[in-house]
């Protein structure tokens, strides 16, 4: 994701590399498949690689700079403890924009495929139990939706629009729609996660089905607490990862607008922590859970038809690492990057330098098998994970916006090093599966966010008068 320095160190590297560029393969993903759909190295790419890593290394090196110094300004000494919170308090696209502000939903930019979208999962590290959700506020009213729970000992459930994902937004103040709310108490610190309304009993649906399935009352709110740092993935991803996708593909001015543009639309950040709270199942007892897991808030331009795949790994482990690891290939711009984190039990955060993992040997065929491994390096150190699928914990949700794409959220235990127990997931995306498109997808959203339902009496919640002003009480 270089910027404009990159663009022009790039196009004189381009010129340097003179001939060696000129005997490369043929871009990757071209139709009539004759080229490979995932680039590999080809003549001259380790002066592409070597290029490339100077220049960026640079331009994170002036990115962190600039953030650091932006944040400064606003936040003066005393506020944060050191360079370090400096940085992380201010993560996301624009320097000099503050945790505050980036903690609240953010303006849907103009363009259709605008996004603001707030991710959480959580695991009990003693028991079965997990919760993913995820809200994303779309143009139109529109919002992303996923959630999926299993309470140890009872079930799982989903919410009724699953495969579908589409509901309607609820509120501008903070992440509301189809009967869940998230919403930050606390910039970096502490978050809200609430719902109260019908989830469907599993086992988790992969198909469209008109039947209604058996719909039981869900109530659940969870106090989330970060113990991680702000990884930050446009100031604190390795810039080698970068130079190593960059090298593979054919270069040209083309080329380096897109990655460019690509780099600049989009912001994402992540951090780890803790969600303790209270979930309530009709006919069955109150349960209290606490479970540990990571938040990401992602927001910019996201077009899910640019990407063609991606396998990501979220992981949390016994002794305190956290990781995040994702392949992603983007046919106009990148079609092998490898990207992600490690923060380590001490408080450190690093990004992954190098992994042996490769797209076309994880699930390439859509199959996703049982177990999967991978190496990779951050920090210096050396990491082997081991995922193991669990069968039970496998929903899906279809791509309401593209109509075709697919999610695959398989839940998963890890090993870290063949011996580090862990929780966490393993994210499949493929675009063009062919998935069964959901029948009038685009009405049923209205029907299946139950405002009615969404009755919130915590106090502290900015979100509860908005909520509440529209119910009769
Ligand atoms: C990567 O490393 C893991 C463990 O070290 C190994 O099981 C896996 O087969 C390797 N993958 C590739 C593509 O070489
Ligand atoms: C994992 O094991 C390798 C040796 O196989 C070791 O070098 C590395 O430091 C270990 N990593 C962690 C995080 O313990």
């Known amino acids: 994701m270089p910027d404009l320095l990159s663009l022009l160190l790039a196009v004189l590297c381009l010129s340097l590399a003179g001939l060696l560029l000129r005997s490369q393969r043929c871009p990757a993903a071209g139709p009539g498949g004759s080229c490979r759909r995932y680039s590999v190295p080809g003549s001259g790419f380790q002066l592409k690689k070597w290029a490339m890593r100077g220049v960026l290394s640079l331009a994170f090196r002036r990115r962190r700079r600039e953030r650091g110094a932006a944040t400064a300004r606003r936040e003066p000494l005393g506020s944060g403890a050191g360079e370090e919170a400096a940085f992380s308090a201010a993560p996301g696209g624009q320097p000099g924009c503050g945790a505050e502000e980036l903690e609240r939903p953010q303006e849907l930019v103009c363009d259709a495929h605008a996004l603001d979208s707030v991710y959480f999962t959580g695991f009990s590290e003693t028991d079965k139990t997990f919760l993913i959700t995820r809200l994303g506020r779309r143009l139109n009213g529109l919002c992303e939706m996923w959630l999926f729970l299993r309470v140890d000992g009872i079930g799982e459930f989903e919410h009724p629009v699953h495969p579908d994902m589409m509901v309607s937004d609820e509120s501008e103040k903070c992440w509301h729609g189809g009967g869940l709310m998230i919403e930050c108490l606390e910039p970096h610190r502490c978050w809200k996660i609430q719902f109260n309304g019908q989830l469907r009993k599993g086992p988790y649906r992969h198909q469209w089905n008109e039947e209604e399935g058996e719909l039981v009352h869900v109530k659940f709110s969870f106090h989330w607490t970060s113990f991680s740092d702000i990884f930050d993935f446009n100031l604190d991803s390795h810039p080698k990862v970068f130079a190593h996708a960059i090298a593979l593909e054919k270069w040209s001015p083309e080329f380096f607008q897109r990655v460019k543009k690509d780099g600049e639309q989009h912001s994402r950040y992540e951090q780890w922590g803790q969600s303790l709270g209270e979930i309530e199942i009709e006919g069955h007892e109150k349960k209290e859970v606490s479970m540990r897991g990571v ?179």
């Not at 106009?332 to 039990?345: D, E, K, M, Q, S």
Request: hydrophobic fraction near 35%; proline fraction near 4%; charge should be negative.
């Open 295 to 473: 938040r990401s808030h992602s927001y910019g331009i996201r077009n899910w038809a640019e990407i063609y795949r991606y396998v990501m790994i979220l992981m949390h482990c016994e002794d305190g690492t956290s990781a995040h690891f994702t392949i992603i290939c983007v046919p106009a711009t990148t079609t092998h990057l490898t990207v992600g984190y490690v923060l380590f039990p001490n408080g450190k955060k690093a990004g992954i330098d190098w992994s042996n993992a490769s797209l076309a040997e994880i699930a390439d065929d859509g199959i996703i098998r049982d177990v999967y491994q991978v190496s990779f390096t951050a920090g210096g150190q050396f990491f082997e994970v081991c995922a193991k699928l669990d069968k039970q914990a496998h929903p899906v949700v279809y791509n309401g916006l593209t109509g075709t794409g697919v999610f695959h959220e398989c839940i998963a235990d890890f090993q870290l090093n063949r011996t580090v127990p862990g929780w966490g997931l393993v994210e499949f995306y493929y675009r063009d599966a062919v998935g069964q498109l959901i029948p009038n997808s685009g009405s049923r959203w209205k029907e299946t966010s139950i405002p009615a339902s969404s009755q919130f009496t915590e106090e502290h919640s900015q979100c509860t008068s908005d909520v509440g002003a529209k119910e009769p009480s």
